[in-house]
């Protein structure tokens, strides 16, 4: 069952199960995430990043401002023709549990209580974080604790069409994308450079730190690319992997692209950073006999298509 259990103590036990996404950013994650909430067995809060085992990377996130400012963001979001039962049941929820003042065990068991009907039965509570992907290995016997089993999924894209969609992406989210074709080399330097740009692109060590934390069984690795030609059955694997029914998915939203970035040919200097760390991942990965895709092996730019 989803709901923690409850010792004679009245001390809050674990989840049974707990289905975990870390990443990587701008690699389907979010495209699984809508294809995945419709599954009668698995379960998401109204918040598809809570980020809460994150710590410390996330102490924006899980600040009283950093959760009051995503809820003004989905307030705002808000259109009048929208608002049914559905919306009416997630305002609530952000009102009475996700902007709790206190966060803590209780606070993350506390976001998957108060199920709609449909989900009540579901036997994987869900949480997607790309932060999770750079968690150390105390942060991962804290996820241990909290669930008797935790199954985990890794998504890899090509790294050097990774980073580029991540970069132009960040600057398109925060409203800065007119400036993306007046960008100097400078600022490319200090993407590439950034500790958080080197560790998520680091898919190798992120793997190894998966299987050091995770019984083999516990991790299944995917490919964005398997996942844009073959959508069904990346879905099926998943399946497979949490040992749950096959759902029946609808082809029209199979198909659909999310979150797309602009299409701005890339410039030479990021094109050769990216593609240094293409090469550096595709030899790290065949060390730990992973396969990548065929794409993997063309340079930035011819991948691209520019």
Request: aromatic share 12%.
């Amino acid at each position: 069952m989803m709901k923690p259990e409850i010792d004679p103590s009245g001390t809050r036990r674990r989840f049974d199960k707990l289905f975990l996404s870390v990443g990587s950013m701008k690699a389907g994650t979010t495209w699984l995430h809508q294809q995945l909430a419709g599954h009668p067995e698995i379960y998401f809060s109204p918040e598809k990043e809570i980020h809460y085992f994150a710590d410390p990377h996330a102490k924006s996130y899980m600040s009283l401002e950093g959760r009051i400012s995503r809820y003004q963001r989905v307030v705002g979001n808000l259109k009048a023709e929208r608002m049914n039962p559905h919306v009416q049941r997630n305002l609530a929820w952000y009102a009475t549990r996700y902007l709790a003042p206190v966060v803590d065990d209780d606070w993350y068991y506390s976001l998957f209580d108060d199920r709609p009907p449909q989900k009540k039965n579901a036997s994987y509570p869900a949480d997607f974080s790309n932060l999770y992907a750079v968690m150390d290995d105390a942060d991962w016997s804290r996820v241990l604790g909290l669930a008797d089993d935790v199954r985990v999924i890794y998504t890899m894209r090509h790294p050097g069409k990774r980073l580029w969609s991540n970069f132009k992406f960040s600057y398109e989210f925060s409203g800065q994308g007119h400036v993306l074709e007046s960008l100097s080399e400078a600022d490319y330097a200090a993407f590439f450079d950034d500790p958080g740009t080197k560790s998520h692109a680091d898919y190798a060590s992120i793997i190894e730190s998966l299987h050091r934390n995770l019984s083999d069984a516990a991790v299944q690795l995917l490919f964005f690319e398997n996942m844009r030609q073959e959508p069904l059955q990346t879905l099926r694997l998943i399946e497979s992997f949490l040992e749950i029914p096959e759902h029946s998915y609808r082809e029209q939203a199979l198909q659909r692209k999310v979150n797309p970035s602009s299409a701005i040919e890339v410039p030479a200097y990021f094109a050769e950073r990216a593609d240094e760390i293409c090469v550096n991942q595709i030899a790290q990965l065949q060390k730990l006999g992973v396969s990548v895709p065929e794409d993997w092996h063309k340079p930035l730019s011819s991948a691209l298509g520019n």
